[in-house]
């Protein structure tokens, strides 16, 4: 079974950068699609950015094409999610996950979740 801890979230100005990781332990994550969904209070669990960990291609929800890059490190088990000019609206927790699908995915196909770390973007 893979654990996943999330860690690199904290308070930003709008416009600013951050870069979240997400360390797998207890099973060398080889098959598995590794994404980051996001939830707002009040609102559902979205997709943010998922990738292939054996051949790395990826996929990105359109709110976020061209300001957050997804990657992964075999040799360190862990992913990535570089986030740069940060909105209000990307304020929520970030959530790491392993799965089987790293194409258009739903929260469903994924079976192992970290317990997540809160961005703040503020004005």
């Known amino acids: 079974q893979v654990q996943l801890v999330e860690s690199g979230g904290g308070l930003v100005q709008a416009g600013g950068s951050l870069r979240l990781s997400c360390a797998a332990s207890?099973?060398?994550?080889?098959?598995?699609?590794m994404g980051w969904f996001r939830q707002a209070p009040g609102k559902e669990r979205e997709f943010v950015a998922a990738i292939n960990w054996g051949v790395g291609n990826t996929d990105y929800a359109g709110s976020v094409t061209g300001r957050f890059t997804i990657s992964r490190d075999k040799a360190k088990n862990t992913v990535y999610l570089q986030m740069n000019s940060l909105k209000l609206e990307d304020t929520s927790v970030y959530y790491c996950?392993?799965?089987?699908?790293?194409?258009?995915?739903?929260?469903?196909?994924?079976?192992?979740w970290g317990q997540g770390t809160q961005v703040t973007v503020s004005s």
């Open positions: 996950a392993a799965g089987s699908n790293w194409f258009r995915p739903k929260a469903y196909e994924f079976d192992t």
């Open positions: 207890g099973r060398t994550v080889s098959s598995y699609a």
